[in-house]
């Protein structure tokens, strides 16, 4: 909410987000700071995630990478996909891990950063203790 994430379109297969370039959320060379960037890929591929795994599991990011590659213009768009073969392991076990791809892209379609984001889901609940 502070960062101004827009949710554009939500399916099982794909998450779309948004991110306006305003003040709040700009660096010192007037484009979207690194962290935001981060904010806005992380949004995505955990909502692609969290809207997949298990109602018993609980989502919880394990790795992400990032390279930042050209400077940002404009306003930022990241979308996640998953495959069909991601969603049924999600669906099949009550832990595991993946890795979900994300594009990000700036306002003339040039891809900023080249990110990678590893989620992880576990049971919600811990066993009981002996």
């Given at each position: 909410?502070?960062?101004?994430?827009?949710?554009?379109?939500l399916?099982?297969?794909?998450?779309?987000?948004r991110?306006?370039?305003?003040?709040?959320?700009?660096n010192?060379?007037?484009s979207?700071?690194?962290?935001?960037?981060?904010?806005?890929?992380?949004t995505?591929?955990?909502?692609?995630?969290?809207?997949?795994?298990?109602?018993?599991?609980?989502?919880?990011?394990k790795?992400?990478s990032?390279?930042?590659?050209?400077?940002a213009?404009?306003?930022?768009?990241a979308?996640?996909?998953?495959?069909?073969?991601q969603?049924?392991?999600m669906?099949?076990?009550?832990?595991?891990?993946?890795?979900?791809k994300v594009t990000v892209?700036d306002?003339?379609?040039?891809?900023?950063?080249?990110?990678?984001?590893?989620?992880?889901?576990?049971?919600?609940?811990?066993?009981?203790?002996?």
């Open positions: 909410g502070t960062a101004g994430v827009q949710f554009v379109s399916t099982p297969e794909r998450v779309e987000v991110l306006a370039n305003e003040h709040r959320v700009r010192h060379i007037g979207v700071h690194a962290s935001a960037m981060n904010l806005l890929a992380e995505a591929t955990g909502m692609a995630v969290g809207m997949n795994v298990r109602d018993d599991c609980l989502p919880l990011a790795e992400l990032m390279a930042f590659k050209k400077r213009t404009g306003a930022l768009k979308v996640a996909t998953l495959t069909a073969e969603r049924a392991a669906q099949a076990s009550d832990k595991g891990e993946v890795q979900v892209t306002e003339t379609g040039v891809e900023p950063v080249e990110c990678a984001f590893t989620w992880a889901w576990v049971p919600s609940s811990r066993p009981a203790k002996n």
